[in-house]
């Protein structure tokens, strides 16, 4: 499993998360699933993302958050989702652990999003946001530090902070570059 990424401040006590890597297996080549959050949302609003969300007590492990939280929030059947295993944790500036679960998502399904937190779901070429040519590095001060995260401009769409940090990770992890 890779290293947990750290973004928070050291000593922070962190909440558990977890979020689903959907990576659809198309005809021609394969896809990973994003959200856009609604806009009204207190956190990240209209912010790609990729569906999950905290850990709750009756959920049995991460794997179980990340498939009840993708199956409330976009409606994707966890039945249509094979499980491929864990990123390393992402530990997130605004204060939380999240476990990535990788997971290939097999055709047809229908998706019913929760139009209360997505404003939509849509598909990008896992080629494009796994190579390195594609991501830029940006710098922010937040909380009077100055931060840095990636970004991933996509037609239109702004893939950053955590959602694109993850990809990254991923990138990394199945060899498409070695720290870039």
Request: a negative charge; glycine letters at 8%.
């Amino acid at each position: 499993m890779p290293a947990a990424v750290h973004e928070h401040e050291p000593g922070r006590t962190l909440r558990p998360a977890a979020v689903l890597v959907p990576v659809v297996v198309r005809d021609d080549a394969l896809t990973v699933m994003l959200t856009r959050r609604t806009e009204h949302l207190h956190h990240h609003p209209g912010q790609i993302s990729f569906p999950g969300g905290r850990v709750e007590a009756h959920d049995s492990s991460v794997v179980m958050t990340a498939l009840r939280e993708t199956e409330e929030e976009i409606g994707l059947d966890p039945e249509r989702i094979e499980l491929l295993g864990e990123l390393g944790d992402y530990h997130t500036g605004t204060g939380f652990r999240v476990t990535p679960v990788v997971g290939l998502v097999h055709p047809p399904f229908e998706l019913a999003l929760d139009d209360f937190e997505v404003a939509e779901a849509f598909e990008v070429p896992l080629s494009f946001v796994l190579d390195p040519a594609n991501r830029e590095r940006h710098r922010i001060e937040y909380q009077g530090r100055m931060r840095e995260y990636y970004a991933i401009p996509w037609q239109g769409y702004f893939i950053w902070g955590a959602t694109a940090g993850i990809l990254v990770q991923m990138s990394r992890f199945v060899g498409l570059d070695a720290g870039r």
